[in-house]
């Protein structure tokens, strides 16, 4: 028999790494422990504070346009058919997009919210770079290695 799933530790999307002086860029002295998060490279040394955030946030926007443009329709036929003589089997489209409205307004109240974390890393030019993720573990481990360099 196989197994359907393996559970394997996911690799984080931080690291560090050992910066080597070259001729082309003199920022980093050789020896200096950089510590990368994604594309962005921060010198130990430099890094002064982090701070985590939670970010929760729903996307609704799309469902509600076209909630919107739905019910905006069914009115316009609706009008349509009452007010300008238009066939009454139009009717039926009318009760159709109502569906289609209500259906997209229904959808934006059983939206999950996504959560995910933010932590930032200030350093001592003022810049500020931000690591997202959603596991909790990573950036568990980021913000333990973080405590040990700030205070340093």
């Known amino acids: 028999m196989s197994q359907s799933c393996i559970a394997h530790e996911a690799p984080p999307m931080w690291w560090l790494e050992t910066a080597v002086a070259d001729d082309a860029s003199q920022e980093a002295a050789s020896g200096d422990d950089v510590l990368r998060l994604g594309s962005h490279a921060v010198r130990l040394e430099d890094i002064v504070s982090y701070k985590v955030n939670e970010v929760a946030e729903r996307d609704t926007d799309g469902l509600m346009l076209s909630a919107a443009v739905f019910i905006l329709a069914a009115g316009l036929l609706l009008i349509g058919v009452l007010q300008f003589g238009w066939l009454e089997r139009f009717l039926i ?5 109502i569906i289609l409205g209500v259906s997209s307004m229904v959808e934006v109240t ?28 990573d950036v568990g481990r980021l913000t333990g290695f973080l405590s040990q360099v700030v205070r340093r």
Do not use: K
């Open 93 to 97: 489209g009318f009760f159709l997009l």
């Open 110 to 137: 059983g939206l999950n919210t996504i959560r995910y974390l933010q932590l930032t890393v200030f350093t001592r030019s003022g810049r500020a770079v931000e690591f997202t993720s959603v596991d909790p573990r």
